[in-house]
């Protein structure tokens, strides 16, 4: 079995799970199947070989410099706030340019893309991030073509992911592309996580911000209604979850997120169904019931009306090509 050499990048002020996450993802698959020879070589890197602080205080060390970094078949960039120091920021993504073309695989976790795109590396790529920067990255990078409801995107050599969780996403994919499903399967049990997540960011970034946004007795539907889309998710039903009548409710709900309640479920099922055209190989008329609608003709033209295509389309142009956990 081939070794691979992966390097992942520490810097102050890393995010520790962007970092941790696909090293233990990695670190698991080191000894995968029952070659004699590890599957991976795990190495960490730091600008000058010494020890770095992530945001939340861990101490973490390096096995070397960049400057002596061996030949490496996939380099990883966690995120976290330190990459946007410009004292990071420009001396990796000088080191990435010049590393790049050697380089089988590049790959960013969350903000890590700073890196990449400051490296010019990204542009006129399909790439994501982490939900809340996606507004930050498009405006510093506009040459990337982002796709920020993406659990993680393959654009060629370069992967890219959300934040957080969603690199163990990422090094799993990684591992299936390098040692097969089955492989990739064994470690997502041994870490105890899916191997393939449905639905995109948008699952977690609407919720949260509705919940997050949300009077007290609202907060609960933030978790519930994108858990619950085939359930009756109409004005009456959902006020009387709360225990408040329609008109106030329907009311209240518009002041507090500028959206009727139908508009905000609307946007929840359309997501969802969005994601499963992508990534599964259900019908439409499936994926339509699945997300709670009751007639596909309705669905198509709520579809059409957001997406600018229809359903049948937007499997065609994305199913080829954008990686998202399933």
Same mark, same amino acid.
């Given at each position: ?18 970092? &941790?996450?696909?090293?233990?993802? *990695? ?24 020890? *770095? ?43 990435? %340019?010049?590393?790049? %073309? ?21 542009? +006129? ?15 510093? *990078? ?13 654009? +060629? ?9 969603? +690199? ?45 946004? %949300? ?11 994108? %858990?619950?889309? &085939? ?25 507090? *997120? ?22 599964? &190989? ?45």
């Amino acid at each position: 079995m081939t070794v691979r050499t992966i390097g992942l990048v520490g810097y102050e002020g890393v995010n520790a799970l962007d970092f &941790t996450g696909p090293h233990e993802a *990695f670190t698991s698959a080191a000894s995968a199947g029952q070659a004699e020879e590890p599957a991976y070589r795990v190495i960490c890197l730091s600008l000058d070989g010494g020890p *770095f602080r992530s945001r939340s205080g861990l101490l973490l060390a390096a096995d070397m410099a960049l400057a002596d970094a061996p030949g490496l078949d996939t380099l990883i960039i966690p995120g976290g706030p330190g990459i946007r120091e410009p004292a990071v920021l420009e001396p990796l993504s000088a080191w990435l %340019a010049g590393r790049a %073309a050697g380089t089988r695989r590049l790959v960013s976790v969350c903000t890590g893309i700073f890196a990449l795109g400051e490296a010019g590396l990204l542009d +006129g790529r399909r790439a994501t991030t982490h939900w809340r920067y996606a507004g930050l990255v498009a405006q510093r *990078f506009p040459a990337i073509r982002l796709e920020p409801d993406a659990i993680f995107v393959r654009d +060629g050599s370069i992967w890219t992911s959300a934040g957080v969780t969603a +690199g163990i996403d990422l090094a799993l994919a990684l591992i299936e592309d390098d040692l097969g499903p089955s492989a990739a399967l064994k470690i997502a049990r041994m870490l105890v996580v899916y191997t393939r997540r449905s639905g995109g960011q948008r699952q977690y970034s609407e919720p949260l911000r509705f919940q997050a946004r %949300a009077p007290g007795r609202f907060a609960d539907l933030a978790a519930w209604i994108p %858990a619950n889309l &085939t359930e009756d998710l109409s004005v009456q039903a959902l006020a009387q979850r709360v225990n408040c009548s329609p008109r106030h409710f329907a009311r209240l709900f518009r002041e507090a *997120f500028e959206a009727s309640p139908a508009e905000f479920v609307e946007a929840m099922r359309l997501a969802e169904a969005a994601d499963r055209l992508v990534n599964s &190989t259900a019908s439409v008329d499936a994926v339509a019931a699945s997300v709670g609608y009751g007639s596909s003709t309705v669905f198509r033209r709520a579809f059409e009306r957001r997406f600018g295509v229809a359903p049948s389309h937007y499997r065609d142009r994305f199913s080829g090509d954008l990686i998202a956990a399933e």
